[in-house]
């Protein structure tokens, strides 16, 4: 069964904290991402990785930063955490492809920034 | 810039009745995919359909139906006989063809979102 693991389902941390999400798939899939979902926003799209070491911005970058030293592994690091960045974080992988688009999600990582 | 969306917010429906979930897209590419997720309260998106933009055909798994017109930018789902186990929060998303050399055209774009609430 493929699988996408987030480190941690629910953290609670306190302004200004360095914060890590871990996140790990077992698929071999080369392209992993990071979206945040908001009531009413849907989910928006923070960084992608398309291989290893290889990073884009997506549409909300600022304040965060990523990192993906191996394939399977990517993080998503908060340098300061602020209260606006409390939300829920979706991991996802795909494999890279044209006709293979379909994305697997992790259970997601339930962030409270105090 | 690729855009979805889903004007439904939240739908609520009793058991058994069909429901139709909206989605209009944008893209300025010729080559696109079109996706439908579902999330239940547990968290997990769940993949239900992928659909490229050269293949039009309405499929059918089921109690469930999509509707695929480029003609209006839509690709709705519709849910046939209803139940309560259809609860979730449904995604519409587009992706537009990223080939093989990387870049910006790998990201999967999301509507915000529609609540379906399924009532016994």
């Known amino acids: 069964d493929v699988k996408v693991t987030q480190s941690s389902r629910y953290l609670v941390k306190r302004t200004g904290e360095k914060v890590f999400l871990e996140c790990v798939q077992d698929?071999?899939?080369?392209?992993m991402f990071w979206y945040r979902q908001d009531p009413g926003l849907g989910l928006r799209l923070i960084y992608f990785?398309?291989?290893?070491?290889?990073?884009e911005k997506g549409d909300i970058p600022e304040g965060y930063s990523v990192s993906r030293e191996k394939k399977e592994r990517f993080s998503l690091i908060l340098e300061s955490a602020s209260t606006n960045q409390t939300s829920m974080y979706l991991c996802?992988?795909?494999?890279?492809?044209?006709?293979?688009?379909?994305?697997?999600f992790g259970e997601g990582s339930r962030l409270t920034v105090l | 810039a690729q855009k979805v969306t889903q004007a439904q917010t939240e739908i609520s429906v009793v058991e058994k009745e069909d429901v139709t979930l909206d989605c209009v897209y944008e893209?300025?590419?010729?080559?696109?995919?079109l996706f439908w997720y579902k999330q239940p309260p547990s968290g997990e998106l769940v993949f239900l359909i992928r659909?490229?933009?050269?293949?039009?055909q309405n499929e059918i798994s089921g109690r469930y139906s999509w509707n695929f017109q480029k003609s209006t930018s839509s690709f709705n789902f519709t849910i046939t006989a209803s139940q309560v186990v259809d609860s979730a929060v449904y995604f519409c998303?587009?992706?537009?063809?990223?080939?093989?050399?990387?870049?910006?055209?790998?990201?999967?774009?999301f509507g915000k979102g529609t609540l379906l609430t399924v009532n016994p």
């Open positions: 996802a992988s795909r494999k890279q492809g044209a006709w293979t688009g379909e994305l697997f």
């Open positions: 698929m071999d899939h080369e392209n």
């Open positions: 990785s398309y291989d290893v070491k290889m990073k």
């Open positions: 893209t300025r590419d010729t080559t696109y995919y």
């Open positions: 659909r490229n933009s050269f293949d039009e």
């Open positions: 998303a587009l992706s537009e063809d990223g080939g093989y050399s990387g870049g910006s055209n790998y990201k999967l774009t």
